[in-house]
């Protein structure tokens, strides 16, 4: 009879499947089967934290064929990954089948393996568990913590500081680390200060260098010469004297190697030495963990990539001291095995540091088998994990001082010269923003006794600046998250790619700038929630998290500690008036976005009206610079927007570029900078024959116009969308180009389709046109008549497919596509679920007409059928109204999706 063995991905199935043999079947969960519902009330505080969780097509279908696997099977072995989220997700698969019933007489047991090696495997298998019940209350707790954080806090900002996206736990700890540092970088001013050195010979004729640290008696710190004239004061003193030798100083120090790789410095090493970002060395380092054809054989070639252990397993350091004295001979193997200590402030589960599986699969013998980065990356992690078990290196070093006869003037000689490579042979570490210098470990100084005469050759004074802190790096921005205690090693990649992904910062030359969206919102956080951007209060939190995954803690009692202060913190803010933000920000931040001007006038003036301030303000989308004196004046800029100052934007540094006069009307056609970015106008505000203003036409430039670039014709032409593209050449209807909201698009009759970054809805031609219509979806399809009258038709929404009738719609199941309902189970869908459209108000408060009611509201149905809950809340003594809900949520012979957790 064949047993189950569930692991998160395919690849590592089929190599476990191989070692397994034929009494067992491995099949994958795909990662996470199920997730908190990406709405407001998935973690519900007041119910003691009960969380609902779904699945989304994808999960129940990989929960449908492990169901059907389980059929006659008499044990289930639940193989993920050796970490909380493992554990986590192991634990979602034996509640999910639980539910389905699909466990009565199942032995269920749980296996962990560091390396997806055979031996590995079958010892797993040997040595099976119960699910880690701490460890998965861990995951819980921190689950819940990052849902509330975001759910709760990122509305905040949504009404508080329009624009704004999102926030988070981590996330907005990270941030506040950039955003703090580009400070320090911009406060930073620069000190001046001069060096002076010398090159002499020996007796026997050799040069060596020799720097000045002694000057008129006083030993020499950084800022004592800090102007040219002093520098060549102490210059012209070096030159009148002659030197001999005062000391000669030699020792010998020792270099220990660096411990093998774990998550963070296996990040930051790549991205030094191979310039990998986090995101590409940890999908590098998954291919190699899950398994590389080799020999027509999967082979696991790295154990297990997310770890913050640096120890590793007994057999495998004695097979690495074997390797060693076999590959470099016995004077490169210590005495004993290195152990090593993980120095993060919470480290948590005893895994193994990252190192080869088989350290007899050198990098030069698998590299055939590896793409470009999979070879770097395996190299640079083999190399650690062998040079982690190496001898110290050894350098002599040797100081030699010079004097002369009054002993007022010195200079020093350092050299070193390596007496005993070790490990150094294997390998070099990198340290942070300062590339590796093999010649540091080279320089070697010529024999030298003391009282021996040195002749000058030439003296030389070098002005110097001190530098600013530099911007924090992939690899450094990981590291001071790992020496702060934040975060979590699996979580680093995805955190960075978040705050990308938010245009919060964005990575120039390797290095994390902060954006001006990111800095409001720091600043916003750091003035209104500073307890929870605090870098020691997440690090406690992230204790507190250590202490449930160890049995120390009961994670309910730590969530409910947190959420009572934070939901008071929240509650502060619901006075808070927007203008109150805004001065706070504009406080904060006006040296940043109003520097002082080289001519010393006043950054604040404002260029339009001379007599105004220009200060911080907010629109609608987000936040941009404006006049005091509005409206009598209307002068904006952005904050930052493409074709603005820096980027090309030269010609619109006032505000406002003329194009020419449209021949048709006689107006003046220009560009003009808004709130919310760059837009073309036609004419000036005005009034109409009965005393009413008017407002011109305006058109906003799309991602990729360039407003250096637009002449009259390209304005015109962005003034009179839509533009006929022309016919298509099968169905004979017009294609026209247009800009929504979303960004610039074709349409087609029912059809429409976004142009592609690199089109120009003023320049697509009809083939290129034709082409993108080819892959176009319909907005809905028509099903037929209703039997009451009427027609039934399924939209696209922005919440998923709907069905409408009249003013009745009805959101469809899950996972159903819109092409595969018939008419009849739209009738049924719509008779069981659906739900009428409020009546929209026209102006007055008079009811618009019936036949646009319908359009109006068929883009969003899911909300107005949502509302019905809010209302019924609000009076809970009703307790028929509670049921509604109740109803909505259980649709028929539909899988377990939405389950509880807590208990």
Known sequence: MTDIVVVESPAKAKTIEKYLGGDFRVLASFGHVRDLPAKDGS????????????????????????????????????????????????????????????????????????????????????????????????????????????????????????GSKSAGRVQSVAL?????????????????????????????????????????????????????????????????????????????????????????????????????????????????????????????????????????????????????????????????????????????????????????????????????????????????????????????????????????????ANGSVIAFDGFLKLYREDTDDAPDDGD???????????????????????????????????????????????????????????????????????????????????????????????????????????????????????MHAFWNDFRAAVDATKDLKISDVIDRLDSELGSHFFPKPADGGDPRACPSCSTGRIGLRLGRTGAFIGCSNYPECRYTRPLAVPGGEGEGGGALADGVRVLGTDPVTGLEVSLRRGPYGIYAQLGEPGVDAKGKPTKPKRASLSRGMDPETMTLESGLALLSMPRVVGLHPETGEEITSNLGRFGPYLKMGALSKSLDRDDDPLTIGLNRAVDLMASAKPRGVTLGEHPKGGIVEVRRGRFGPYLMHGTRVANLPRGTEMEAVTLEEGIAILAEKGKELPPLKGKGGKKAPAKKAAPKRAEAPAPAVKKAAPAKKAAPAKKPAAKKPAAKKAPAKKPAVKTKAGG
Not at 198 to 206: D, K, L, V
Not at 453 to 470: C, D, L, N
């Open 440 to 558: 540091e470990d080279s320089r070697i100084l010529p024999p030298m006794r003391e009282k021996d005469p040195v002749k000058r050759q030439s003296v030389e004074a070098t002005q110097h600046f001190t530098q600013p802190p530099p911007r924090y790096s992939e690899a450094s921005l990981v590291k001071k998250l790992e020496e702060l205690g934040i975060g979590r090693p699996s979580t680093y990649a995805s955190i960075l790619q978040v705050l990308q992904d938010r245009e919060y910062v964005k990575l120039d030359k390797r290095r994390f700038i902060p954006e001006d969206r990111g800095r409001l919102v720091t600043s916003f956080l750091v003035a209104f929630f500073e307890r929870y951007v605090d870098t020691g209060f997440t690090a406690g939190l992230e204790e507190q998290l250590d202490d449930i995954s160890g049995g120390r803690a009961d994670w309910r009692a730590v």
């Open 43 to 162: 973690v519900r505080p007041e119910e003691d934290f009960a969380m609902d969780w779904e699945a989304d097509e994808r999960g129940q279908k990989q929960m449908r064929a492990i169901s059907s696997a389980l059929r006659g099977a008499k044990r289930l072995y639940l193989a993920t990954d050796p970490d909380r989220e493992g554990e986590a997700i192991s634990w979602h698969v034996k509640d999910m089948l639980e539910r389905a019933g699909a466990l009565k007489g199942v032995n269920v047991q749980r296996i962990t393996f560091n390396e997806i090696t055979k031996r590995a495997v079958q010892h797993a298998m040997a040595h099976p568990r119960q699910l880690d019940l701490p460890l998965i209350e861990a995951y819980l707790a921190r689950r819940a913590l990052d849902y509330l954080v975001g759910f709760t806090l990122s509305p905040v900002l949504w009404r508080k500081l329009p």
């Open 176 to 412: 506040r680390l950039i955003c703090e540092r580009e400070s320090e970088i911009e406060a930073f001013i620069a000190r001046e200060y001069w060096t002076v050195q010398g090159r002499f010979t020996t007796p026997a004729g050799i040069p060596f260098p020799a720097r000045l640290t002694h000057h008129q008696g006083r030993k020499l710190e950084q800022f004592d010469l800090g102007n040219e004239a002093q520098a060549m004061a102490a210059k012209a003193a070096v030159e009148a004297a002659s030197f001999t030798v005062g000391s000669v100083e030699k020792k010998r120090a020792k270099r220990n190697p660096p411990p093998p790789f774990q998550t963070s410095t296996l990040q930051q090493e790549a991205s030094r030495k191979l310039g990998f970002g986090a995101q590409a060395t940890m999908r590098t380092a998954q291919g190699l963990y899950e398994g590389v054809a080799i020999g027509g054989e999967t082979v696991g070639l790295i154990t297990y990539m997310r770890t913050d252990g640096v120890q590793m397993a007994r057999e495998a350091v004695q097979e690495l001291r074997a390797h060693i004295k076999r590959a470099f001979g016995e004077e490169y193997l210590p005495g004993a095995p290195r152990e090593y200590s993980s120095r993060a402030k919470n480290a948590q589960e005893a895994h193994e540091a990252i190192r080869p599986t088989d350290v007899a699969r050198t990098p030069e013998s698998v590299a055939p088998y590896l793409n470009d980065q999979q070879r770097k990356l395996y190299e640079l992690i083999w190399k650690r994990a062998v040079a982690s078990q190496m001898q110290s290196a050894e350098l002599d070093q040797t100081v030699v001082e010079l004097v002369e006869p009054s002993g007022k003037t010195r200079l020093r």
